[in-house]
């Protein structure tokens, strides 16, 4: 089946600085991909939906200027934690289809923890 | 808006056991159901779906039937392999949040199978 894998699977930073996430589809092209956050023991809350070339679509609370997303190719999206701080210590986990209504497929996820 | 409860975890059970993880949503309209299923340190992977009212899913030996009247999708398995231990999401689409391809999970259900 098709793979996406996430890069780091975890890190650890400082308070005050950016992580930067990668998501990648390896044997597909993924026109869109979208990017969720897990708290423990919480469910996976959609953070935004991009598609390869555009902006990203946001959810509703989810702050654009602190979650940056880029979806530069179709075979990856970054997502860049700025600024950050001990309450975005998290879960982040993308997924990637073919198109807005196609199967999603899911990275592994990268832990971030905010010291 | 739309959720989705599960029965929280975790469940432990032996093997050649019988497995019901009960699911129930909220949504108007008519959404489509999703099992996932995540095994450790891998993504998430789509384990069987149903679309309409009285459907039933089925994979890997694993099953699920929408039932609108009960709004439940549970997932049941009769004979329950060392191999199954994994995390199981219930999720749905397309229900009052209005956007097909947007998922709503439950909070998840870690299942531990002992040989």
């Known amino acids: 089946g098709a793979v996406v894998s996430q890069h780091p699977s975890w890190v650890i930073c400082k308070s005050g600085t950016s992580v930067k996430i990668e998501c990648r589809s390896l044997?597909?092209?993924?026109?869109?991909m979208f990017w969720y956050r897990q708290f423990p023991k919480q469910s996976l809350m959609l953070m935004a939906t991009?598609?390869?070339?555009?902006?990203?679509?946001?959810e509703q609370g989810v702050e654009k200027d602190k979650f940056l997303i880029n979806h530069a190719s179709l075979t990856l999206s970054t997502l860049t934690v700025t600024s950050a701080h001990p309450e975005d210590s998290s879960f982040y986990i993308c997924?990637?289809?073919?198109?807005?209504?196609?199967?999603?497929?899911f990275g592994p996820g990268t832990r971030l923890t905010v010291l | 808006g739309d959720s989705v409860t599960q029965m929280e975890g975790p469940v432990t059970l032996s093997e050649e056991a019988f497995l019901t993880i009960n699911c129930t949503y909220t949504?108007?309209?008519?959404?489509?159901l999703f099992w996932y299923v995540q095994y450790p340190g891998e993504g998430l992977q789509l384990l069987l779906k149903?679309?309409?009212?009285?459907d039933k899913g089925s994979n890997k030996g694993f099953e699920a039937t929408y039932r609108k009247e009960t709004t439940s999708f549970h997932l049941e398995k009769g004979s329950v392999q060392v191999s199954d231990s994994a995390v199981y999401f219930c999720?749905?689409?397309?229900?009052?949040?209005?956007?097909?391809?947007?998922?709503?999970f439950g909070k998840g259900t870690l299942l531990t199978v002992n040989p």
């Open positions: 044997d597909f092209q993924a026109t869109t």
């Open positions: 997924s990637a289809s073919g198109g807005l209504q196609d199967t999603q497929y």
């Open positions: 991009s598609n390869e070339g555009s902006k990203a679509t946001y």
């Open positions: 949504a108007t309209g008519y959404p489509s």
């Open positions: 999720a749905l689409s397309g229900g009052s949040g209005g956007s097909n391809y947007k998922l709503t």
């Open positions: 149903a679309t309409k009212a009285d």
